[in-house]
């Protein structure tokens, strides 16, 4: 409990920080992805296990210059989100990072349900969800994927999701190294 509401803070001071910084970070530190990730995963294993949903990907190490606790935050936002909006039976969430020309690479790929790719874009406005549902159900508040956006743009990044065509997501963020 205690280090949970340590990370509680440090998330609103971080937030606090990107809000004051006017969506730039200014105090950057070099930050695994692969080790954010790794925590994300770790606080999620027994929702996913609850769900019989399997977590698997390749995460080598992947160094960026940035905030740790809000990058983490990123991985968790998506993690969550990929366990919880997944199919009911052998159900799946990849997680990888990697390293292209210019830029580190965070993956969460997902088996869920048929996205319609004219509802991506909704769903990282803050308090929406699929298909424009509103806030109210036990899976969140609907800020998730917003504060993915926000803080990969804060970092100099960006974050773009396209629907599987068998259903579920995959969604992208990139951060320049």
Known sequence: LLATNERSEQLVEG???????????VDRKPVDLAEVA?????????????????????RPPVYVQGNG??????ALNLVQNAVRY?????GWVRIDTEVRPGQAVLTVENTGPLVPAYEIDN????FRRLRTERTGSDKG???????????ARAHGGGVVAEPRESGG?????????
């Open 15 to 25: 937030l606090l920080l990107l809000a004051r910084s006017e969506n730039e970070i």
């Open 38 to 58: 790794a925590q994300a995963i770790e606080q999620v294993r027994g929702e996913a296990q609850a769900k019989g949903v399997e977590l698997r990907g390749a």
């Open 69 to 74: 606790v809000l990058l983490e935050r990123v």
């Open 86 to 90: 997944n199919v009911a039976r052998d």
């Open 123 to 126: 769903m990282f406005e803050p």
């Open 141 to 151: 508040v609907g800020l998730g994927l917003s504060i993915v956006r926000s803080v």
């Open 169 to 177: 997501l995959l969604v992208r963020v990139t951060i320049p190294v």
